[in-house]
């Protein structure tokens, strides 16, 4: 079946960076479309950034836009999420998810606090 497993998480400093990663498995991950989505305290789930199958297109929040990197790497079945000049406000537990599936890993916590 299939599996995501989020990591990279922790408690960060306003303007300091992370990278999380998320291993996939149970499906031909080159096969599909994954995105990140965020989920903060009392709000909806949101789109964070998506990339195609071979990498070649990405999409980003506006809210994120030139501060995040999606990347794959389809050797190790891996999704990951660049994030720099953090903010309070990115403060989220952050998900992966593969087009056309609808499990959810268990999300990796982001903190964003001085």
């Known amino acids: 079946q299939v599996q995501l497993v989020e990591s990279g998480g922790g408690l960060v400093q306003p303007g300091g960076s992370l990278r999380l990663s998320c291993a996939a498995s149970g499906f031909t991950f080159s096969s599909f479309s994954m995105s990140w989505y965020r989920q903060a305290p009392g709000k909806e789930r949101e789109l964070v950034a998506s990339?195609?199958?071979?990498?070649?297109?990405?999409n980003y929040g506006d809210s994120v836009k030139g501060r995040f990197t999606i990347s794959r790497d389809n050797a190790k079945n891996t999704v990951y999420l660049q994030m720099s000049s953090l903010k309070p406000e990115d403060t989220a537990v952050y998900y992966c998810k593969a087009s056309g599936f609808t499990t959810w890993g268990q999300g990796t916590q982001v903190t964003v606090s001085s």
């Open positions: 990339i195609t199958r071979a990498g070649v297109w990405t």
